[in-house]
């Protein structure tokens, strides 16, 4: 069975400033995938970054960065230049080949003006 | 790309009754996943479909719950006998294999 902890329930940051958001997860499996998702008060899902585990190379998406680490199984979501709508609650997933998937429980990451 | 559609957007039941959410997933895609999110929780996982095919179902899932996915198109969750404790937001997500997941806007259930 696959685990994912999101030990950091909430977090905030001041606009424009960097934050980085932790996520550990358990799995007996090699081949995965990992996810970022960000959840606005909408409560509408959108994906803000995907790491294949067999990439070494850690995934960009514009001011947002993974920082993965297979053998510790860490895959931490920074956010640079932290903006008003970066406000939301993010989860990191985790997804196998097979299509489990395993969700953590989310940081509720608050952006101060 | 028209997106992952979910009918209805909420729907509000009185205990014991029946209920069914629909799911139009993105047509190319073969995956279709569906969650339970409460407040403050991370989506738990219920079922999934690859294909017409009901691949896994969440050992957390009471036999009230039924899901079906006839010819590997759209999906439908149903839950008989309605208690307090199923309200919660019904998310449905599709995904090709190894993809990314999209997500529908959710079902909100509220069980009076």
């Known amino acids: 069975a696959q685990t994912v902890t999101q030990s950091q329930p909430e977090m905030s940051v001041q606009e424009a400033e960097t934050v980085t958001l932790s996520c550990t997860y358990d799995t007996s499996e090699n081949n995965y995938y990992l996810f970022w998702y960000k959840q606005p008060p909408s409560r509408q899902m959108i994906l803000v970054i995907r790491?294949?585990?067999?990439?070494?190379q850690n995934a960009t998406e514009n001011r947002f960065s993974v920082n993965f680490q297979k053998a510790a199984k860490s895959f931490s979501l920074k956010i640079s230049d932290s903006q008003l709508g970066d406000t939301a609650m993010y989860f990191c997933?985790?997804?196998?080949?097979?299509?489990?998937?395993?969700f953590g429980d989310g940081t509720t990451l608050t952006v101060k003006p | 790309d028209t997106g992952v559609s979910q009918d209805p957007r909420h729907k509000i039941t009185k205990r014991g009754q029946n209920v069914t959410f629909r799911c139009d997933p993105i047509s190319e895609h073969n995956r279709l996943y569906w969650y339970r999110q409460t407040l403050g929780q991370g989506p738990e996982f219920l079922t999934y479909f690859q294909n017409e095919a009901q691949l896994e179902k969440s050992r957390l899932l009471s036999d009230r719950f039924s899901a079906e996915r006839p010819k590997g198109s759209f999906s439908t969750l149903e839950i008989q006998r309605t208690e307090q404790g199923d309200s919660a937001m019904y998310l449905c997500?599709?995904?090709?294999?190894?993809?990314?997941?999209?997500f529908g806007s959710g079902t909100q259930l509220s069980v009076l």
């Open positions: 997933a985790f997804y196998t080949n097979a299509g489990k998937s395993t």
């Open positions: 997500a599709s995904s090709s294999v190894g993809e990314k997941l999209f």
């Open positions: 790491q294949e585990a067999y990439k070494q």
